[in-house]
């Protein structure tokens, strides 16, 4: 199993650094960072060229991507002077500079990490929950009024973009609640700047993008769920252990359950961090401050540093829960060994 | 199967017999698949809206703007109201209607082209060609496409310059979303069609075209292309559907289709600050988009059960 997990992350390699070229690349001509940076008055020529040196963009393009990569404390980057670099590359843990804020990448991200954590965390827990119940039921009372209402509400869900969703609950819970004298909801930002960051204005700021975030992930799940729940179900083994006696409930949740929730942990660990990519669009829509709407406003900006952070962050994280989704497949069922 | 001595052909049941040719009985289990057909009809009238409605409205129609009448609540005279500039809703939501159809159906070609030349050869010629064409496909499957779609958008703006098409104007960044999209979402239709190549390799009839010394190009153009192509057009079906989605996703975002060129995503982008007073800045549009895409997607499943009986339905 080791031996497996190690040839994973050894192979995992290659293709990181593949995804960092064809990004590095794209970044290198999507606008021109110096552009914005003086605020409204673009740069003049001979500060450009300062600028361009200090960020070594003057670099060719395969040359700034080294730099990335291993930092340049190595090399002479000034003749007169014989100064060597300052950066130590992506490989040593340094992902530069943010060209707009200054600071390091690693910090710009980890500000805003613990916000799009709560935010994905929160939703992922709703998520899982919530579709487990639906699609288990629906799957043990298949045609009662509740999978009937579901499968139509999922064939719905499944069509409606994030962004619909976010402005249809914004219209429902807060606009109309409010017109209709009802408690209404929050609908931008984390919390009330006037109270502050208490858990109580957290939550109430987090109900509205969790819904939007969950709603249309749990149509999908939960058609999946009642599916290989009904597959289980109906085999053999499952025949045999009610014709012993055991209790519905035991067969259920002991003997079913445990076979069905192998293609869902695929679908839940492989979903994991393209949900994170979602979160771009319901962050906007929604203010929080987290790494989605940190990716837009950077993004607007040519800001390639903090962007290429970012998504190499996500890149790990989607070869990471690869690996993690195969090794805990073996502990769930026995007989799938990898060598 | 009627098991009777009677001299009558071999009938499945009393309206389906055996002869009947296989585009018919494609037809058939389609037709049998209730909800496609709503789809199918939904989709068709959606289609008819979106062409004539051009004959109500002119183009100049849908992007004169006056902000004398800016955000009307839908009345008589503007049956969706109006937007923030005062440009009539329901004439952009034709117009818009007609470029979102559009860029699906294009960017589904690009993404149909590039998908199938990838996984053909992958799966025919295998080996090195085979494991670096899969690694290529699985980086690409790393990046999540809307975040990879958002960067190229940015890389590509304001580049490609307007044109001219069909006596009419383009924004030039519609070429640029299409050409974005079918370059992000290839990747499933690599793998099917790679899938499919790889058994049908090994069967007898390629291997007797080897044997008679056909080319490659003539054993992949005349026997595996054409009996790749029933999950390819599932996958391309509902793949329209998905690339309408991206489109307004990243037109919503602000880095889409730029206007006066509308589209139903970029009707929606701004709508958010004035969710309190214009909700008919969202909703019709909104609902253009979600029935168009539940439309196709229904289309989509019951083109999957007329096609390929044997597969397994995926949710």
Not at chain 1, 23 to 49: C, I
Not at chain 2, 41 to 64: K, P, R
Not at chain 2, 194 to 209: F, G, P, Q
Request: proline fraction near 5%; charge should be positive.
């Amino acid at each position: 199993m080791s031996r497996y997990i190690i040839r994973r992350l050894i192979q995992a390699v290659p293709l990181l650094f593949f995804i960092s070229i064809v990004l590095f690349l794209l970044m290198q001509a999507s606008g021109d960072p110096l552009a914005t940076l003086g605020g409204r008055q673009p740069p003049r020529a001979e500060d450009r060229e300062r600028l361009k040196r200090q960020m070594g963009l003057d670099q060719p393009p395969l040359m700034q991507y080294f730099i990335w990569l291993v930092g340049n404390d190595w090399m002479v980057v000034n003749d007169e002077t014989g100064e060597t670099g300052t950066r130590r590359g992506v490989i040593r843990g340094d992902f530069g500079t943010s060209f707009v804020t200054r600071q390091p990448v690693i910090e710009v991200i980890w500000e805003r990490m613990p916000n799009t954590l709560i935010l994905m965390g929160t939703a992922e827990v709703v998520i899982i929950i919530v579709s487990l119940t639906i699609g288990v039921i629906s799957a043990v009372r298949q045609y009662s009024l509740l999978d009937t209402v579901a499968t139509g509400f999922s064939f719905v869900a499944y069509s409606i973009p994030v962004f619909l969703m976010g402005l249809m609950l914004m219209y429902i819970f807060a606009v109309r609640f409010r017109q209709w004298g009802l408690p209404y909801l929050p609908i931008s930002g984390m919390f009330d700047p006037t109270v502050g960051r208490t858990f109580d204005q957290i939550a109430r700021h987090l109900v509205l993008p969790v819904l939007t975030i969950s709603l249309i992930s749990i149509a999908t799940y939960s058609r999946y769920i009642r599916s290989t729940m009904l597959e289980v179900i109906n085999s053999d083994y499952i025949r045999t252990a009610r014709a012993k006696g055991l209790s519905e409930r035991r067969t259920l949740f002991v003997h079913a359950f445990k076979n069905a929730s192998l293609p869902i942990v695929t679908l839940i660990g492989l979903d994991l961090p393209f949900l994170l990519a979602g979160a771009v669009v319901t962050e906007t829509i929604f203010a929080w401050p987290g790494m989605g709407r940190l990716f837009i406003d950077h993004l607007t900006r040519s800001d390639y540093p903090v962007l290429m952070g970012l998504l190499m962050m996500i890149s790990v994280a989607v070869v990471f829960f690869q690996l993690l989704t195969d090794v805990v497949y073996t502990w769930l069922d026995p007989r799938i060994r990898y060598t | 199967m009627a098991t009777s001595s009677q001299a009558k052909p071999i009938t499945l049941n009393d309206q389906t017999t055996v002869n009947y040719s296989r585009a018919r009985r494609t037809l058939n289990r389609f037709l049998r698949h209730r909800v496609a057909v709503v789809g199918l009809v939904v989709l068709i009238a959606i289609v008819l809206f979106v062409t004539l409605g051009a004959l109500w409205y002119s183009e100049a129609d849908a992007n004169y703007n006056d902000t004398k009448r800016s955000l009307l609540a839908p009345n008589a005279e503007f049956p969706l109201g109006t937007d923030t500039i005062g440009r009539n809703i329901l004439a952009r939501i034709i117009y818009g209607g007609q470029i979102s159809m559009l860029i699906g159906v294009t960017a589904v070609t690009v993404s149909v082209l590039v998908g199938t030349t990838i996984g053909v050869f992958s799966g025919y010629f295998g080996g090195v060609v085979d494991s670096l064409l899969m690694r290529f496909t699985e980086a690409m499957l790393s990046i999540p496409s809307l975040l990879l779609l958002l960067v190229m958008a940015k890389f590509f703006s304001g580049r490609i310059p307007q044109q001219e098409f069909l006596g009419r104007t383009f924004s030039g960044s519609v070429i640029v979303i299409v050409v974005i999209i079918g370059l992000t979402s290839w990747m499933y239709l690599a793998r099917i069609v790679r899938s499919a190549v790889l058994s049908i390799r090994e069967t007898e009839y390629v291997m007797a075209a080897q044997a008679l010394g056909a080319t490659h190009r003539r054993i992949i153009l005349a026997h595996i292309l054409p009996n790749t192509l029933a999950p390819v057009i599932v996958a391309a079906t509902l793949g329209v559907a998905s690339a309408i989605l991206s489109e307004a996703y990243i037109s919503f975002l602000g880095v889409g289709v730029q206007p006066p060129t509308a589209t139903w995503g970029n009707l929606l982008e701004g709508s958010r600050r004035y969710i309190d007073d214009a909700p008919w800045l969202w909703i019709f549009p909104g609902l253009m988009i979600v029935l168009t895409v539940m439309s196709i997607n229904f289309v989509g499943d019951g083109l999957r059960d007329a096609l390929d009986p044997r597969s397994d339905k995926k949710i």
